[in-house]
C-alpha cells in the first residue's frame, strides 16, 4: 500500500469514527493537517466515493462474517407435489453414501499407519 493510500485510508478512518461524512475535502483538509505531503487529490476522491453511504464502523466490526445467502429449502418443499417416492429415492442415496464411507475403511490401511 502506497503513503498516499495509507494516509487517506487512517483520514477516513478518523472521519468515520468521528461520524462525519467522507468527502474528497474533508480527507484532503485532515491529510493536510497531518503534515502529510504529495497526496493526489484522485486518493481521496476514490475513497470518498468508495465509502459513501456505507457505514465504515459496521463494514470493520463485521469483517469475515460475509455468511453469504441462506441455504434453500431441502427435499420437496419447493415442489408442491411431491410424492412419497421422494423420501425413498433419497434414503437409497443416503445409504449408497454411507456404502462408498465404509468402503473406504475397509482398504486395510489408515491415515497414519
Do not use: C, R
Request: proline share 3%.
Amino acid at each position: 500500500m502506497s503513503h498516499s493510500e495509507l494516509a487517506t485510508s487512517y483520514a477516513a478512518l478518523i472521519l468515520a469514527d468521528e461520524e462525519i461524512d467522507i468527502t474528497p475535502d474533508k480527507l484532503q483538509t485532515l491529510i493536510k493537517s497531518a503534515n502529510v505531503e504529495d497526496v493526489e487529490s484522485i486518493w481521496t476522491t476514490l475513497f470518498a466515493k468508495a465509502l459513501e453511504g456505507k457505514n465504515v464502523k459496521d463494514m470493520l466490526l463485521n469483517v469475515g462474517s460475509g455468511g453469504g445467502a441462506a441455504a434453500a429449502p431441502a427435499g420437496g418443499a419447493a415442489a408442491g407435489g411431491a410424492t412419497a417416492e421422494a423420501p425413498a429415492e433419497e434414503e437409497k442415496k443416503a445409504e449408497k453414501e454411507e456404502e462408498k464411507e465404509e468402503s473406504d475403511e475397509d482398504m486395510g490401511f489408515g491415515l497414519f499407519d
